[in-house]
Structures are given as structure tokens and as C-alpha cells.
């Protein structure tokens, strides 16, 4: 037996009995810009591929959610810090190997660029509108006359803040539970998930809805492998990530876990889209929803959880 | 240079000194320190074997705290010495997380602060604060390049360990057991 105790007593806030230094807002954070990218991923790929008139909702109109999903986010990422009026000083320099830096920076040039897109149909869904001034007039007429090169912009910068939300929490090799390489196609996978969820809610066209439901299938299918794939790597690792996965077998998340994200989150939503697309009249909320719901817990609990998973003690 | 301490196990007693003297040297806030004892009871009756080990910053020499820090306030000062820069800081908390040990908690005022080696001693030429109060004389000090420092010539006759090093930090403080 093995028994280890603070002397000199230790109880940091946040830091004793166990790491809680990340709370509610980087979850949020993480999930919003999934989300925001998983929207702006099919949008910009469905206008390269010339698809606008078939696919009108994935490629006009649920990206209007993306600037409010990505100005949230950022608002979140604020709340987070505790040296706030300092906050500029992230945008001061550029360190690639701080994913927290690049990330910020990411999210710096998606967030202008998704407005742009947004304020280039904002006149097919109000016919009334009026810029005002003429010379937001001509850039919008340039945005429309660019939008294939900004849809392509939009495409890259949309894959890499859907794996950086990741890769943020697989930099930090001290979290065994964070520390593999599969969370940034795994949280990528969910990103692009939740986006389709929130498309086909969005939708009106049973066309686009059925489309993106055999789109969100796939990604339910693949998120799932990831996951199986997740646990294995950490059952062939090292003693401090076989705790980590045991927390989720066993441990204290695991109804968490495996109820809420995989079985309500995932295999749920993926019975009903399969109902739905034999026929079945079930409202496409309810699937949505749940992707939705399990996609917030899965970042809320691997936050959660991997701030409890160490090295010592 | 390359600045490092070498703590005896066998001579530490867990009084504890390092901890207070670091608290006043440092004006830590209370209900915070910067370096902590541990007691590590290890076997069964009656065969135990206790391990003292005053813990504290590493300063690795590969640290993923400088490394995630996304506005480079955590940064390597001469010698290896890890220091933060409070009005760079944001208080983001990555290098909390970062740290395998630790050993970085976030200030009343927002920013993040650790151990600094007493880097503002060490410039003077002084040893740090919790070296220079031990009372059993368990801590060594110095630069490990030079042959005749207190901390090199610890280390050569003795048998050491460092914390967690398959966390790939590449950690300088170093446990003479
Ligand atoms: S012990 Fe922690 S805070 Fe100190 S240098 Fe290493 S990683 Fe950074
Ligand atoms: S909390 Fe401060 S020192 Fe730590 S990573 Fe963030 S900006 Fe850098």
C-alpha cells in the first residue's frame, strides 16, 4: 500500500483536492465553435460544390448562427480568464506551439469572415434591407462576387477550429485522460455532428433534411469507432491512462458518460434518423436536440474528467 | 548555466520550515503556497517505508507550461529559471493544467504565480529562501554545469530520482534517496 499526504498542509483553491481550474466556460467554448465550425464546414463545402439551390438552409441560413455561436464562444473564453484587462496581450503575439494562441488567432479570422458570408444573403431573407451606405453596398456585391474563394477560406479555417477544440485539451500532456492524439478528430467528428444536427432543425426542405440526416448518420458511425477507439488506446498505455479510461468504466463518469453521450447523444438520435429516413413520422427536433445535448455533455465531462486525471499522488 | 536543487529524503524531517519561509520571502497569499511537503508511507506493517520530500517547481527543462502559455508570459529567465510575467498574463489557466505537478495556482489578483527559484535572491548571489532555512541542511543549490556547485556535488555520490519523469518534462529538482 501506498499512502501519500500533504505535511505541510495544502489546499490551493482550485488546485486541492483536485485540479477544477477550467469550469463551465471552456466546455461552452468548445462546444459553441464545433458547432460553429460543423455549420461553416457544409455551408462552404456545399457552395464550392455548386449545391445552393438544393441545400438553401445549410448553405444561407444556419450560418447566421455561426458569428452568434463564435461571438459567444469568445465571450466565454473571456469569462474564463482571471486576468481579464489583460485579455489583448493574447492578441499580441502569435506562439504555434500554444494551441490556446493559434486557436484565438483562429477564431480572430473566422468570426469576420463567417459576418461576411452571413451579410451577403442577409438581403434574400429580408428583401427590404438597406445597407445604408453605399460603400457597404459594393462589398457586398464583392462578396458575392468572391464567394467561392471565400467558401474554400472558410472550408480549411472551419476543419482546423473543429480539431483545435482538440487539440487544446490533447496539448496538455499532464492530463493523461486528454493526452492522445484521437481528440482532435474525435472533437472534430462531433463538431461537424452537432453542425448537422443544427441544419436539419433549421430546415424546411425534407430533401436537405433527409440528406443531412444520412450525413449525420455517418458521423454518429464514425464519432462511435473514435470513441471504442479512444478507450483502447488508453487500456494499452501506461498505468496513468488506464485510471483515466477507468473513470469511464467503472469510475465516477461513467453513467455519465456512456447515458448521456453515447447512448442518448449518439446510438439515440441515430435509431430515430434511421426510423425517420424508413418512413416513420418522428419531428426532427428530437434527434436534433439530442445530438445537440450529447455534444455539450461529451465536452462538459471530458473537461470535467481529465482535470481530475494526474501523474502523482 | 543551468540552476537545479538536489533535496535529501533521508535527512528531510516534514517541519516544514521551506514552506513558511517561502510564504514570508515571497509575500505568498494566505491559504497559498509555492512549495508543500509530502509524506509518502509505502508498504505493509510492518515492513513501511517513509519518503519526506519537500516539492515544488520543477523548472523543467522541457516545460509544457512555456510551451502552452499562449501569450508567452511563462517564459525561461538565464539558467532555466521559470518565471511568469504578471501584466502579460491573462490568467487562461493553460499552464495550470499544463503542469504534471502542480505546481502553479492562480493569484487573488488574477495572474498566475509559482516558485521562481527566489530568482530575485539568486541574482544577488543568495541561495533561495527554503534552501537557506532548512534546518537539517536537506537542500542543495546551485548550477549544475559547475562541477563544485552544492547541487553537482550532491548528486555525485548519491542515488537520486526525479517526479514523474515519464511525463517527458525533463524536471530539475532531484530527490536523493
Ligand atoms: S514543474 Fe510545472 S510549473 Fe514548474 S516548470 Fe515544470 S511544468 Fe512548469
Ligand atoms: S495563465 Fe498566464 S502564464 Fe498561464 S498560460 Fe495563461 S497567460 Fe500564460
Redo the contacts between chains.
Keep these: 500500500?501506498?499512502?501519500?499526504?500533504?505535511?505541510?498542509?495544502?489546499?490551493?483553491?482550485?488546485?486541492?483536492p483536485f485540479?477544477h481550474?477550467?469550469h463551465w466556460q471552456i466546455p461552452l467554448y468548445l462546444f459553441l465553435g464545433g458547432l460553429a465550425a460543423g455549420i461553416m464546414f457544409f455551408a462552404s463545402l456545399y457552395t464550392i460544390l455548386g449545391k445552393e439551390k438544393e441545400m438553401p438552409t445549410t448553405v444561407k441560413w444556419a450560418v447566421f448562427l455561426v458569428p452568434a455561436a463564435l461571438v459567444l464562444g469568445l465571450f466565454a473564453?473571456f469569462l474564463?480568464?482571471?486576468?481579464?484587462w489583460?485579455?489583448w496581450?493574447?492578441y499580441?503575439?502569435v506562439?504555434f506551439?500554444?494551441?490556446?494562441?493559434w486557436g484565438?488567432w483562429v477564431l480572430m479570422l473566422i468570426t469576420p469572415l463567417s459576418m461576411m458570408w452571413v451579410s451577403s444573403y442577409i438581403k434574400e431573407l429580408y428583401p427590404k434591407w438597406d445597407w445604408k451606405f453605399e460603400i457597404l453596398n459594393k462589398f457586398e456585391k464583392l462578396i458575392i462576387e468572391y464567394r467561392k474563394s471565400l467558401a474554400w477560406a472558410l472550408l480549411i479555417l472551419s476543419v482546423i477550429l473543429g480539431i483545435y477544440t482538440g487539440i487544446l485539451l490533447s496539448?496538455?500532456?499532464?492530463?493523461p485522460l486528454w493526452n492522445t492524439a484521437i481528440l482532435g478528430p474525435l472533437f472534430l467528428v462531433s463538431g461537424l455532428s452537432t453542425g448537422a444536427a443544427a441544419i436539419m432543425w433549421m430546415s424546411k426542405s425534407h430533401i436537405e433534411r433527409s440528406f443531412m440526416s444520412k450525413v449525420d448518420l455517418i458521423l454518429i458511425g464514425i464519432e462511435l469507432f473514435f470513441i471504442i477507439h479512444l478507450f483502447m488506446g488508453f487500456m494499452a498505455s501506461?498505468a496513468v491512462q488506464i485510471n483515466a479510461a477507468e473513470l469511464f468504466m467503472g469510475g465516477q463518469f461513467t453513467v455519465s458518460f456512456w447515458v448521456f453521450v453515447v447512448i442518448l447523444g449518439l446510438v439515440f438520435p441515430a435509431i430515430l434518423e434511421i426510423l425517420e429516413l424508413r418512413g416513420y413520422k418522428i419531428p426532427v427536433a428530437i434527434p436534433a436536440l439530442l445530438i445537440l445535448f450529447g455534444g455539450l455533455m461529451f465536452r462538459f465531462i471530458m473537461v470535467e474528467a481529465g482535470?481530475i486525471t494526474?501523474?502523482?499522488? | 548555466m543551468r540552476y537545479a536543487m538536489a533535496i535529501d529524503t533521508k535527512k528531510c524531517v516534514?517541519c516544514?520550515d521551506c514552506?513558511v519561509a517561502c510564504q514570508t520571502e515571497n509575500n505568498v497569499p494566505h491559504?497559498?503556497?509555492r512549495?508543500?511537503?509530502?509524506?509518502?508511507?509505502?508498504?505493509?506493517y510492518p515492513n513501511l517505508e517513509l519518503e519526506?520530500r519537500s516539492e515544488r517547481c520543477n523548472h523543467c527543462d522541457n516545460s509544457?507550461c512555456v510551451?502552452?502559455?499562449?501569450?508567452?508570459?511563462s517564459h525561461y529567465e538565464a539558467g532555466g529559471i521559470v518565471t511568469v510575467t504578471?501584466?502579460?498574463?491573462?490568467?487562461?489557466?493553460?499552464c495550470?493544467?499544463?503542469?504534471?505537478?502542480?505546481a502553479r495556482?492562480?493569484h487573488p489578483?488574477?495572474?498566475v504565480d509559482k516558485c521562481t527559484f527566489c530568482l530575485h535572491r539568486v541574482e544577488k548571489g543568495e541561495k533561495p529562501a527554503c534552501v537557506s532555512v532548512c534546518p537539517t541542511n536537506c537542500m542543495y543549490f546551485g548550477d549544475l554545469e559547475d562541477p563544485d556547485s552544492d547541487v553537482s556535488q550532491a548528486l555525485q555520490n548519491r542515488k537520486y530520482k526525479t517526479?514523474?519523469p515519464?511525463?517527458?518534462?525533463k524536471p530539475q529538482i532531484y530527490y536523493l534517496i
Design positions: 500500500m501506498k499512502e501519500e499526504i500533504f505535511v505541510s498542509g495544502r489546499n490551493i483553491p482550485n488546485i486541492d485540479l481550474i477550467w473564453l474564463d480568464l482571471k486576468h481579464q489583460y485579455f496581450r493574447l499580441l503575439t506562439r506551439e500554444s494551441p490556446m494562441s484565438a496539448a496538455f500532456n499532464a492530463r501506461t482535470q494526474r501523474y502523482l499522488y | 516534514g516544514s514552506v491559504g497559498y503556497c512549495d508543500w511537503v509530502v509524506e509518502v508511507m509505502d508498504g505493509t519526506i509544457p510551451r502552452c502559455c499562449p501569450t508567452g508570459a504578471a501584466n502579460e498574463c491573462i490568467g487562461c489557466g493553460a495550470i493544467e499544463s503542469c504534471p505537478y502542480d495556482y492562480s489578483d488574477g495572474y517526479l514523474a515519464e511525463a517527458g518534462t
